[in-house]
C-alpha cells in the first residue's frame, strides 16, 4: 500500500513511458511557437519534430507553471487519496517553484485535510528526473511521506551535472553568453562548460578550445567528483545528439566505471532556450558547491 503519491513536471526529462511505469505524475507542460500552442508530450519521438523546427528556423518560448495550472493538476490526483510529494524544476532558474508554494496554499485552503510537499529540487532537466525516481523508489520501499522529502532535501545537492555545447548560438539567444561572445567562440571554437551550483543557477564553469579537450575536461570534473560510480546509473541527456551523446556516455562509463547508463532526450522546457546540440552528464557525488 503506498504512502504518499509522486508528481513533477515535463521538464524532468524523463519519458512519459517511465513515468507511468514508476508511477511518477507528471504535470505536462506548454510552450509556444508562433500564437500555436503545443503541450510537452515527453515523447522522443516528437522532440525529434521539435529540434527540426528550431533549425529550420522557429523560435519556441515557455511560460512558467501558474498557481491555476498547479491547483487543476493536484486536483486530479485527489483520488488517489494520499499525501502528494511534487519535485519542482529549481527555483534558481525558473519562478514555477515560487508559483507552486501560492497553490499549495491555495490548497490547504480548499482541501484541509490534503497533504502536498513541494520540494526545491535546485536542479533542471533529468537532475530533478532523478529525484522523482528516487521519490517513486522510496514510496515502494514504504517510506513515509516526511522520510522521503528528508532525504530529497539532504541529497538532492548530491546530483552534479555538466552540460556543454559546440553551438553557442542558442546560449546567445537565451542571454548565457553575449553576441560577441558568440561570434568570437564560434570562431575560436570555444565549448563551454556548464554547471549548477547549490542554489540551482546555472554558471559557464569554464571555456575550453576544441570538443575533444571539452569532454577530457569533463572526465577530469566527473573523477573528482564521483562518488561510488560502480553503485550508480550514469544519465545522460541531449537535444537531439544521439550519436554524440552515446560516445559520451559510453566513454564516461568506460573510463569512470558507472555500472549503467540511462540515455534521455532535453525536452521542450530546457530545450526552448538550449537548441539543438546540448548534451549534459547527471551523477551523484560531492555536495554542489
Avoid at 553557442?168 to 539567444?173: A, G, Q
Avoid at 564560434?186 to 542554489?199: D, Q, Y
Wanted: aromatic residues 10%.
Amino acid at each position: 500500500m503506498y504512502k504518499f503519491c509522486v508528481s513533477t513536471d515535463s521538464g524532468c526529462d524523463l519519458p512519459i513511458s517511465l513515468c507511468n511505469e514508476r508511477k511518477i505524475y507528471p504535470l505536462q507542460m506548454t510552450y509556444y511557437i508562433g500564437e500555436e500552442e503545443f503541450r510537452d508530450t515527453m515523447n522522443h519521438e516528437d522532440f525529434k519534430d521539435f529540434y527540426r523546427k528550431i533549425r529550420d528556423g522557429a523560435m519556441p518560448r515557455t511560460s512558467q507553471i501558474n498557481v491555476y495550472e498547479f491547483v487543476s493538476f493536484w486536483e486530479s490526483l485527489l483520488h488517489h487519496k494520499l499525501p502528494i510529494i511534487h519535485i519542482c524544476l529549481g527555483s534558481g532558474i525558473s519562478g514555477t517553484y515560487s508559483n507552486g508554494l501560492q497553490a499549495v496554499e491555495i490548497m490547504k485552503e480548499k482541501y484541509p485535510e490534503q497533504e502536498i510537499y513541494l520540494v526545491d529540487s535546485t536542479l533542471a532537466s533529468v537532475g530533478y528526473g532523478m529525484l522523482a525516481i528516487k521519490a517513486a523508489e522510496l514510496r515502494d520501499q514504504g517510506k513515509t511521506p516526511q522520510e522521503c522529502v528528508e532525504w530529497l532535501e539532504k541529497h538532492k545537492i548530491e546530483i552534479n551535472t555538466y552540460y556543454t555545447t559546440d553551438n553557442l548560438e542558442y546560449l546567445y539567444r537565451s542571454g548565457r553568453v553575449s553576441r560577441t561572445g558568440a561570434i568570437i567562440g564560434t570562431a575560436l571554437k570555444i565549448n563551454p562548460i556548464l554547471n549548477l551550483n547549490k542554489e540551482g543557477h546555472l554558471l559557464v564553469q569554464e571555456k575550453i578550445r576544441g570538443t575533444k579537450a571539452t569532454i577530457r575536461r569533463i572526465h577530469a570534473i566527473v573523477k573528482e567528483l564521483v562518488v561510488n560510480p560502480q553503485e550508480q546509473t550514469l544519465y545522460i541527456c541531449h537535444s537531439d545528439i544521439p550519436e554524440k551523446a552515446k560516445a559520451f556516455g559510453e566513454g564516461l562509463k568506460k573510463d569512470i566505471g558507472f555500472r549503467d547508463i540511462y540515455y534521455t532526450y532535453i525536452g521542450s522546457t530546457i530545450g526552448t532556450h538550449s537548441g539543438p546540440g546540448l548534451m549534459a552528464a547527471f551523477f551523484y557525488g560531492k555536495p554542489r558547491a
